[in-house]
């Protein structure tokens, strides 16, 4: 027991090391965005402003060349519609892999999951030519569209799956209950840590999104916040102020929408280990 508390002791403070390393470039991008431009240029740097400030945040939300209200509306229907999309297939076919043989099945399921092998650049193209032939250039469905089947996602929701016992789903039948209703009463309220931990991942990848958005939008009224921020960010190159607010604001919904969910993300990571 000794031995045990006293190897916990440096590895509690390694973590704690490392945890301070991570988080010190998104702490100080917050505490810059409260700083004067003239004190993010001086040399020695501060890290606590001198000068605190929120005229940087105030000189954001009052540029008429920035209607934040549109690009944030942009970006959440995005991740949302994909979050949605997202559970909504991979725990369907989730459950059919996990529940239901059938000719094929175990093949398809590997054919789904070969397709994570394959880099994203490598299927750019075939998925730009198919989105001009639907007309969905500029348009947010362009983005939602070819996200409705995520391989990670049909593969972690198919694991939690095995785990739900035949018994309770045969006597869900021998009471009448169909399929669906199967799948909505008894399947989806066992998968919320798993739903939890795959939402915040899809939410995350589709509102950090860059490459895929650049090369879908090309009107400016029709892009997301991570293109915004770059164009931002080229527009006022010498302000770097008022990048590290434009920043802060871009990042707040994800690290909001984590705190509520982390409570289920955690019972998801740990679950997914035991399993």
């Known amino acids: 027991m000794l031995r045990l508390r006293s190897f916990r002791l440096p590895s509690y403070l390694v973590l704690i090391l490392f945890s301070?390393?991570?988080?010190?470039?998104?702490?100080?991008?917050i505490l810059a965005s409260f700083k004067t431009g003239a004190e993010i240029r001086q040399s020695p740097p501060t890290f606590w402003p001198e000068n605190f400030t929120f005229d940087n945040y105030r000189t954001i939300l009052n540029d008429p060349d920035l209607n934040l209200a549109l690009f944030y509306r942009n970006s959440a229907f995005v991740a949302f519609a994909n979050v949605f999309a997202t559970l909504f297939t991979s725990t369907l076919f989730g459950y059919i892999f996990a529940k239901f043989e059938f000719k094929g099945s175990k093949k398809l399921f590997w054919y789904i999951l070969a397709t994570m092998?394959?880099?994203a650049q490598v299927t750019m193209i075939p998925g730009f030519l198919i989105l001009v032939k639907l007309h969905l250039l500029n348009n947010l469905w362009g983005l939602v569209l070819p996200a409705f089947i995520d391989a990670f996602g049909i593969f972690l929701m198919t694991q939690f799956c095995k785990?739900?016992?035949?018994?309770l789903l045969a006597a869900?039948?021998?009471?009448?209950?169909?399929?669906f209703r199967i799948y909505r009463s008894i399947v989806?309220?066992?998968?919320r840590p798993a739903m939890a931990t795959l939402g915040l991942l899809t939410f995350m990848t589709h509102w950090n999104a860059y490459l895929w958005p650049l090369i879908v939008l090309t009107e400016q009224d029709k892009r997301t916040l991570p293109i915004i921020l770059t164009w931002y960010s080229n527009q006022h190159s010498n302000q770097i102020h008022l990048t590290m607010a434009a920043s802060v604001l871009i990042v707040m919904?994800?690290?909001?929408?984590?705190?509520?969910?982390?409570?289920?993300?955690?019972?998801?990571?740990t679950l997914t280990g035991i399993k």
């Open 20 to 29: 301070f390393v991570a988080a010190a470039p998104f702490v100080w991008t």
């Open 117 to 119: 092998m394959i880099p």
């Open 163 to 167: 785990s739900i016992p035949n018994d």
């Open 172 to 179: 869900a039948r021998v009471d009448g209950a169909s399929e």
């Open 188 to 191: 989806l309220p066992q998968l």
């Open 253 to 269: 919904p994800v690290l909001f929408l984590f705190a509520l969910a982390q409570r289920w993300i955690v019972r998801g990571i």
